[in-house]
């Protein structure tokens, strides 16, 4: 069903009073559909329409609803209206509420989870944002080495109901000590007596508590796991971190560096919903950096005073020479940034990647040259065609190899490549871009 | 086992002429990194690790190689050596393959496989690039609705090793019109003589096979699916795609949409090995094109000639007036292409972006006055203060709107939002920051 005609008979349904009723009328629809449909409306409606759903919907409704929403509902709604729906809601996403919560609606919080809940709730959200603790479920099923089939398939049918995931099992010993994996895919194919000590993958990959979630989402899709088992210092089990987390982090990370190819800080809500005081946060930083950034080519042609004012048909140039030196700085520098990012290329490629740079921006250079040496002659004669020639050429070898090289600095003093961003690297290429300009004017008129 | 010792222990072996025993020694080791580390080596020793692998581990490894070395090993290794191994390769990678080979290659390579893997490839490599047909794999598990649990789990079990993944089932009826979906779960929980009609999900969220590849893989991240089923234009069921490929998907169009930023073309392959040609086609383009749009900047300089040349101070403030409208325009302009390729922001949304923009650039530009205003008496006076300060305000602004709206204008009319990239957005940005500032001198300095 489209959601606009979905949102409309929502709609209808508050009007006539059968608001209760609209979920069951609404055949087989998904939980997110659902989800998106009813955070279209004020909260109080929006209670309305989630209190009505069967109890196992009410949490994966709610678990699908964006965070400032279930914010706004734990906030609003009475507690014990609440809890019955927060303590069916997985633990990963649970913790994630919390988070966001202040300290005296999470006070208010805790009474309604049984105590094994609250300890993991407390334990789950202790970690630090980005890491893999923080995105990390304890919902996932232990079988011991000693189990056989039969007996493992008996765990995973019983503790089914409960779980993220039953398609991989961890297998951990006493201490609880990650030992192995097994597969459901493994459990039905294997005979019914086989011990899971014979069956199980030993030392499965895994991830540690701290790792960053791109680490994580990398070893997930690195090789193709359903989840990835996250063990704390001591390598005890401690939660898995599941595909459907990996594509989510994957999706936000994209989002942060597209944004810091334009200077703009890590957003963690829709743009939409963003209010303008954090827009604005979010982007002066770097806008007033960058100023200062400026004024160094500010200082570029105020030194060239003297030949600008005798030659002012040079100042026709200056933003298709700087512009193209920024712009070709600015590819350079993106595929580097991105490159480093995926782990496509490392530190000690630099060499080999400057070498291939020069002759690719050699090229650039030579094409950009012969697409303004006609405007060139047009509108300042020979000499000016010569002197514009030439610096493009230069500009754009420049602009490409500071922009290739600048992230692998950043990267080698451990400082975050993405911060060479295009508006960064233009700055500077900017000021190359002047300096060349005027030098090679005045150094050619004056010949 | 860290990549480099792996890689030394893989020479010694060939020193030692042990290549052949190296995988056994090798314990437990994962295909994905068994394939990393032997593509460091030429064709020929390749193959020797390669074929020494048992055959299951083969079409892993195989797999799991960079697609330029699949291709040199199908060209390079005998037909009869090869066959085996492409047989046991899944379908989707098979297809893959083949649409990387010339025309004589295909016709070496398709005698190796019998008359139904041979038209599954065939149809399956015939999708365009960049849909879920040209992703989706034909290895997938079919249930009827009569069966009852007892029934499907056997069918699970005898086509497991076969197929890419036995968690989800579908169930398609006898024009192959795809009417449900059965996960494993459920069929593990459910007792053994309840009927799949029963059990399954009705109507299931499903692709088409001419989606891109970008809406497949929101899809089954909206919905956490472990795979997506794939439907003809009939409805009729022809594949499934997998989260795996989906977390591929994803990373590979955050890849596009950031070189995009930059007005780099779509590079399928890691810029480490694309040739120096294929970097210079896909970086001239937009350099050029926008080497004229540059060109309007310069005539905007030209044409105040003359307040410029009675007033030479107010260059030093060109660089960092139409840098800082460019700066904020990439800034709302990246905002705007990633929600709108999120899908976080939709077409209508614009008017509402529209008046808070005007609220976040107007505070942002208030700023950057005040951070100048100072620089602008110092270098020049009063006079040249007021004028800096009003004209950054103004650019800060004028930018800041025409990078919000450009993606909006380009979508509106088909074209990719993702072509208002940080440089398109900055000449043009340029323009406005030159006519505002001279503008401004102009009339303010003969009041």
């Known amino acids: 069903m489209e959601a606009s005609i979905l949102i409309a008979t929502l709609r209808d349904s508050l009007e006539s009073n059968t608001a209760h009723l609209v979920y069951e009328q609404l055949n087989d629809i998904h939980p997110v559909d659902y989800a998106h449909a009813i955070s279209e409306f004020p909260i109080n409606n929006l209670w309305v329409f989630l209190s009505a759903l069967p109890h196992?919907?009410?949490?994966?409704?709610?678990?699908?609803?964006?965070?400032d929403i279930q914010v706004a509902l734990s906030t609003q709604i009475s507690r014990n209206k609440l809890a019955p729906i927060i303590r069916q809601v997985s633990p990963d996403e649970r913790a994630d509420l919390f988070n966001r919560l202040s300290e005296e609606q999470r006070e208010a919080l805790l009474p309604a989870l049984a105590i094994a809940e609250r300890e993991d709730l407390?334990?789950?959200?202790?970690?630090?944002?980005?890491?893999?603790?923080?995105?990390?479920?304890?919902?996932?099923?232990?079988?011991?080495?000693?189990?056989?089939?039969?007996?493992?398939?008996d765990v995973l049918r019983r503790e089914a109901p409960d779980k993220e995931t039953i398609y991989s099992a961890y297998v951990v010993d006493k201490e609880r000590l990650l030992v192995g994996v097994v597969s459901l895919k493994d459990l039905i194919l294997a005979p019914v007596t086989m011990?899971?000590?014979e069956l199980m993958t030993h030392e499965p990959i895994s991830g540690s508590v701290e790792d960053s979630q791109e680490d994580i989402a990398t070893l997930i899709a690195k090789y193709d796991l359903l989840a990835l088992p996250i063990?704390?210092?001591?390598?005890?089990?401690?939660?898995?971190?599941?595909?459907d987390d990996a594509l989510d982090v994957v999706a936000a990370e994209a989002t942060e560096d597209i944004h810091k190819t334009a200077t703009i800080?890590?957003?963690?809500?829709?743009?939409?919903?963003?209010?303008?005081?954090?827009?604005?946060?979010?982007?002066?930083?770097?806008?007033?950096?960058?100023?200062?950034?400026?004024?160094?080519?500010?200082?570029?042609?105020?030194?060239?005073?003297?030949?600008?004012?005798?030659?002012?048909?040079?100042?026709?140039?200056?933003?298709?020479?700087?512009?193209?030196?920024?712009?070709?700085?600015?590819?350079?520098?993106?595929l580097m940034v991105r490159a480093l990012a995926t782990g496509d290329i490392k530190l000690r490629d630099w060499g080999a990647?400057?070498?291939?740079?020069?002759?690719?921006?050699?090229?650039?250079?030579?094409?950009?040259?012969?697409?303004?040496?006609?405007?060139?002659?047009?509108?300042?004669?020979?000499?000016i065609a010569v002197i514009v020639a030439m610096t493009m050429m230069l500009v754009v070898l420049a602009g490409s190899l500071i922009g290739l090289s600048l992230p692998f600095l950043l990267s080698r003093f451990k400082l975050d490549p993405a911060t060479a961003s295009g508006p960064l690297i233009t700055s500077i290429a900017d000021v190359a871009g002047v300096v060349l300009y005027f030098s090679i004017a005045t150094w050619y008129l004056n010949l």
């Open 56 to 67: 196992p919907e009410q949490a994966k409704v709610f678990s699908y609803l964006p965070v």
């Open 122 to 153: 407390l334990l789950l959200s202790s970690h630090e944002e980005g890491t893999a603790g923080a995105i990390m479920t304890s919902d996932y099923v232990m079988l011991s080495a000693e189990h056989n089939v039969t007996q493992a398939l």
């Open 195 to 197: 011990r899971i000590k």
């Open 231 to 243: 063990v704390d210092n001591e390598k005890r089990m401690v939660g898995i971190v599941t595909y």
């Open 265 to 334: 800080g890590k957003l963690d809500i829709s743009v939409k919903d963003a209010s303008i005081f954090l827009l604005f946060r979010k982007r002066v930083f770097w806008l007033v950096i960058l100023v200062f950034g400026n004024i160094f080519s500010g200082a570029g042609i105020a030194f060239y005073e003297n030949t600008i004012a005798d030659h002012i048909a040079l100042l026709f140039f200056l933003p298709l020479l700087i512009g193209s030196s920024g712009n070709a700085g600015a590819q350079s520098g993106t």
């Open 353 to 383: 990647l400057l070498a291939k740079e020069c002759l690719v921006a050699g090229l650039l250079g030579l094409t950009m040259a012969a697409a303004v040496v006609g405007l060139g002659w047009w509108r300042g004669g020979y000499d």
